[in-house]
């Protein structure tokens, strides 16, 4: 069965710093991958996906991901936070199916 | 502009109440969702439909009902059965996976629900 782990419920950098928000995935076939922003009392937006190919991801806002096949990770990071970071970030794998399984949230803090 | 509308952003329910929360989207995304938001719990999918008239529980669909009379259209009623329903819901959409492609899915601002 498919899952994904979230490392640490809260992050906190300040603004200017790397941001490395984490996670890891259980999957019993290659899995596809994303992650999506939350701001409070919104939706959530995909910030990008991985499918094949390319195991390095780009996405909107300067963020970007790397499938690690070997550690089953796909972490989520941005050379430089940016106030407007500030917000909940979800990790989710999909075997192919309709279902995507989302990890619990990371919640980023972002300090002046 | 296309996207996901749901209605109403808060509502509030008595106990032993039904009340249904509607989702549109004019995406023409043929499969659609729905899940349930509780702090530090993710997601958790409740129901999800592919196609018009066909649908399937989620994880937790234990309380709750929808429909799928249109492609439009995805509405879920919380029963009085459903014993916890105070929550954030949120339903989102998607492109069918039947030509290969995995696409992301596109959501709604979310109904905030809570039982008085």
């Known amino acids: 069965a498919q899952s994904v782990t979230q490392l640490g419920s809260h992050v906190s950098v300040s603004e200017g710093a790397l941001v490395l928000l984490r996670c890891n995935y259980s999957?019993?076939?290659?899995?596809?991958l994303f992650w999506y922003v939350q701001y409070p009392n919104q939706g959530l937006q995909l910030l990008l996906k991985?499918?094949?190919?390319?195991?390095l991801v780009k996405g909107i806002n300067g963020f970007e991901a790397e499938f690690k096949k070997s550690e089953t990770s796909f972490h989520l990071t941005k050379p430089s936070a940016h106030m407007s970071d500030a917000a909940e970030y979800f990790c989710?794998?999909?075997?192919?199916?309709?279902?995507?399984?989302f990890g619990a949230g990371t919640r980023l803090f972002v300090k002046a | 502009d296309g996207g996901i509308t749901q209605s109403p952003k808060y509502l509030f329910r008595k106990e032993g109440q039904n009340v249904t929360l509607s989702c549109e989207q004019n995406?023409?995304?043929?499969?659609m969702y729905w899940y349930r938001q509780d702090p530090g719990q993710g997601l958790r999918l409740i129901y999800y439909?592919?196609?018009?008239?066909?649908?399937q529980k989620g994880d937790i669909a234990e309380g709750y009902s929808v429909s799928r009379e249109k492609k439009e259209s995805f509405p879920l009623t919380v029963t009085s059965a459903q014993k916890n329903p105070t929550a954030f819901y949120l339903c989102?959409?998607?492109?069918?996976?039947?030509?290969?492609?995995?696409?992301?899915?596109?959501f709604g601002s979310g109904t905030r629900l809570t039982v008085v």
């Open positions: 989102a959409s998607s492109k069918s996976r039947t030509d290969g492609i995995v696409y992301g899915y596109t």
């Open positions: 999957s019993s076939v290659p899995p596809y």
């Open positions: 991985y499918t094949t190919g390319a195991t």
């Open positions: 989710a794998v999909s075997e192919g199916s309709f279902k995507t399984i």
């Open positions: 995406l023409n995304h043929d499969a």
């Open positions: 439909s592919q196609i018009v008239n066909d649908f």
